[in-house]
């Protein structure tokens, strides 16, 4: 099983400030990682595919870059809508397998 | 609109079943994949099984093989996740979950989820 990690788990940030959160997995996945976000009650939301491409409807504040191991999340500008959980999962290999989670919490 | 929608959750007694659904519409359903990930209360996300466009294929995590049975009926739209021997540490929102691309088996991230149906076991 690919075990992905994520740091940190919690990340204070203050509105209008850059946030980068990372994600590393267990073994190479290629590009095959996702980022999701996650509101306190809501389902998560796809952000990010292979690694780099934004989902429909996705800010372009949001960009997700890295290959084979290690992945970031950046966003470049938080906006009081951004503080949520984000979760990343490969779908490299089965079992399908999530990070355990960053919290963005407001500052 | 493309959306999915859980139905079938509630409590159960532990070593009891139970069969969550999830209705599709606003896609040509049978051409994706489509997956089950919970939510244990408080807790991180947890994939728990998928099955191909077709059905031909299907995947589950080790934590629920032999006891859950994902499948689909292409004609009615719908998804099934049948639950049986349910123990405590099943206890989760349950959500159904769109593949992101068409391929000819699975491709494996999510861009459509459903608002989850909560399972809850206990005595």
């Known amino acids: 099983e690919i075990v992905m990690t994520q740091s940190p788990a919690t990340l204070s940030v203050s509105p209008g400030e850059r946030a980068t959160l990372s994600c590393r997995a267990s073994?190479?996945?290629?590009?095959?990682l996702a980022w999701y976000q996650q509101k306190p009650g809501q389902a998560p939301r796809l952000l990010i595919d292979g690694a780099s491409t934004r989902a429909t409807g996705i800010p372009a504040r949001f960009s997700g870059s890295g290959s084979g191991t290690e992945f970031t999340l950046t966003i470049s500008s938080l906006q009081s809508e951004d503080f949520a959980v984000y979760y990343c999962q490969q779908y490299n290999n089965w079992p399908l397998t999530f990070g355990q989670g960053t919290k963005v919490e407001i500052k | 609109e493309v959306q999915v929608l859980e139905s079938g959750g509630g409590l159960v007694q532990p070593g009891g079943s139970l069969r969550v659904s999830c209705a599709a519409s606003?896609?040509?359903?049978?051409?994706?994949?489509m997956s089950w990930v919970r939510q244990a209360p408080g807790k991180g996300l947890e994939w728990v099984s998928t099955i191909s466009g077709s059905g031909g294929g299907t995947y589950y995590a080790d934590s629920v093989k032999g006891r859950f049975t994902i499948s689909r009926d292409n004609s009615k739209n719908t998804l099934y996740l049948q639950m049986n021997s349910l123990r405590a540490e099943d206890t989760a929102v349950y959500y159904c979950?769109?593949?992101?691309?068409?391929?000819?088996?699975?491709?494996?991230?999510?861009?459509?989820w459903g608002q989850g149906t909560m399972v809850t076991v206990s005595s």
């Open positions: 979950a769109k593949d992101n691309m068409i391929t000819s088996g699975v491709y494996g991230a999510f861009d459509i």
């Open positions: 606003g896609f040509t359903f049978s051409s994706y994949a």
């Open positions: 073994q190479t996945i290629i590009s095959n």
